[in-house]
């Protein structure tokens, strides 16, 4: 398996633009996490899905920020509009079950909005 | 809330050197541990899983014990090589969701 594919790798964009981060998971894995990494706050979970239906997304910053998870094999992470605090890396993971089982991350996609 | 915190923040060590990377967490009500490893650019690679069962794990040169009583959690690297140099991160398990800690950045030198 190819393991977690995250696209692009790299956005640049202007203040006010939408961005549209895309995650394919691991083939049969159930859960579906989305990551945001700052230097200031670290690695924070933004929301998860378990069997395509979203389960918790209180670390959703706020309402310009929104997640689909259309099919098993792919998820998008949207920001409309995007601002300069949004730079940061975002990454994607996958696991085949919960807590039991070890979570499989993506490269990530580093985002700067200028 | 979770706190995790890992100590130190930096660490900068010779060759063949056992290290030890500290985690603690404020609440012990935890499932599982992850360590992590992250290198510059990269994503984050797994590197051990503890059970909230067990107490330590093993694979290689690298050794992840677990204390829920004190809060605690260390991963041993032994005989380091400049190849282990990367931030390595420790993770809690809250129910599905992974609480990180803030990282320690390894430099191993020749």
New interface residues.
């Given amino acids: 398996d190819a393991g977690?594919i995250q696209s692009p790798r790299h956005e640049v964009t202007e203040m006010g633009q939408e961005v549209t981060l895309r995650c394919k998971p691991i083939s049969g894995h159930d859960?579906l996490?989305w990551y945001r990494q700052t230097m200031m706050r670290?690695?924070?979970?933004l929301i998860?899905f378990?069997n395509n239906v979203p389960?918790?997304d209180s670390g959703m910053p706020e309402d310009r920020f929104s997640a689909k998870m259309p099919n098993a094999s792919f998820s998008t992470l949207k920001i409309q509009p995007s601002e300069p605090r949004d730079s940061a890396v975002y990454?994607c993971?996958s696991s085949p079950s919960?807590?039991?089982?070890?979570?499989?991350?993506?490269?990530?996609t580093?985002l700067s909005v200028l | 809330k979770q706190e995790v915190t890992q100590i130190p923040a930096a660490l900068s060590v010779p060759e063949g050197e056992n290290l030890v990377l500290n985690c603690s967490f404020t609440d012990s009500a935890i499932y599982n541990l992850q360590w992590f490893r992250q290198d510059p650019g990269k994503g984050l690679t797994s590197l051990l899983l503890i059970q909230s069962s067990q107490r330590e794990q093993t694979s290689g040169r690298l050794n992840a014990s677990l204390d829920k009583s004190s809060g605690r959690s260390t991963l041993y690297i032994a005989a380091s090589q400049p190849g282990d140099s990367a931030t390595y991160l420790c993770a809690f398990y809250n129910t599905d969701k992974l609480i990180f800690g803030t990282g320690t950045r390894l430099q191993v030198f020749p």
């Fill in positions: 977690v859960y996490f670290g690695l924070e979970l998860y378990n389960i918790d990454f993971a919960g807590t039991s089982h070890i979570q499989y991350f993506g490269a990530g580093r």
